[in-house]
């Protein structure tokens, strides 16, 4: 059967597809022995497929996790300053990778599965699922701030889409907001806050689409029942 190579990648638990597309333009993954550095078709019942240095092939048993992270935790699979990832967090025999990311500064909600398939999709712009923000931030948004945050700000290269936003806590020369979004552009939530002027203190992501974070404790983990796995799926 002829498949893309980043299609196959992602049914053996590697990455996302477009995650997968990365691993091969970067020269981490062999075919039948030989780097490839495109994108190209292989035969998925003789060909084989090495990502650095190991023998991949797809995955029947598709694992999803729900782990709540903690600051100072690198939302990768392994890290080149060995410092500690997410993956040593959850202390399972299978290999799964996280959906998306959180900053090493952020905590809070992130799914991790071996199912690239439901990762692509879950994290294509088309989808729109909103992600749900606690933030502590310097001073009290005032009402032009947070009009100018719903509408969308110029960041960098690229004009953000309507977002929520909406003071939970006024504390004097801090405040706790709310922010709602659904994009995932890097460090976003923190560039959209010191575009209207309020610095991040404190940043923890507790839902993901209908997905809770509830009361799962920092540092720990579990894996996501089958009306949370349905609904991601419905997705």
């Not at 019942?45 to 048993?61: H, T, Y």
């Not at 090493?104 to 879950?122: I, P, Q, R, V």
């Not at 659904?182 to 560039?191: A, C, D, S, Y």
């Not at 983990?221 to 796995?229: F, K, P, T, V």
Request: proline fraction near 3%; charged fraction near 30%; include cysteine.
């Amino acid at each position: 059967m002829q498949e893309r190579i980043q299609k196959y990648l992602a049914s053996c638990g590697i990455a996302s597809r477009r995650k997968a597309e990365e691993l091969v333009l970067s020269g981490q993954v062999k075919v039948n022995g030989k780097i490839i550095k495109e994108i190209v078709m292989i035969d998925t019942s003789k060909d084989k497929v090495e990502v650095n240095g190991k023998i991949v092939k797809p995955v029947n048993n598709k694992i999803y996790i729900m782990l709540n992270k903690p600051v100072g935790v690198i939302t990768s699979a392994k890290d080149q300053f060995n410092r500690k990832t997410v993956i040593d967090l959850v202390n399972i025999n299978e290999r799964v990778f996280p959906v998306g990311r959180l900053d090493y500064d952020t905590s809070g909600l992130l799914l991790l599965t071996n199912d690239g398939e439901l990762a692509n999709k879950l994290m294509h712009p088309s989808k729109e699922v909103n992600k749900i923000y606690i933030a502590e931030v310097q001073g009290v948004p005032t009402l032009d701030e947070m009009n100018r945050f719903r509408t969308g700000l110029k960041i960098e290269d690229y004009i953000t889409s309507p977002a929520k936003i909406r003071i939970l806590k006024n504390k004097g020369k801090t405040s706790i907001i709310e922010v709602i979004i659904h994009e995932g552009k890097n460090r976003q939530v923190r560039k959209m806050c010191e575009a209207i002027g309020h610095k991040v203190l404190k940043l923890k992501r507790i839902q993901i689409g209908e997905l809770k974070l509830g009361e799962l404790e920092v540092g720990k983990w579990r894996y996501l029942n089958e009306h949370e796995i349905n609904y991601l799926k419905s997705l």
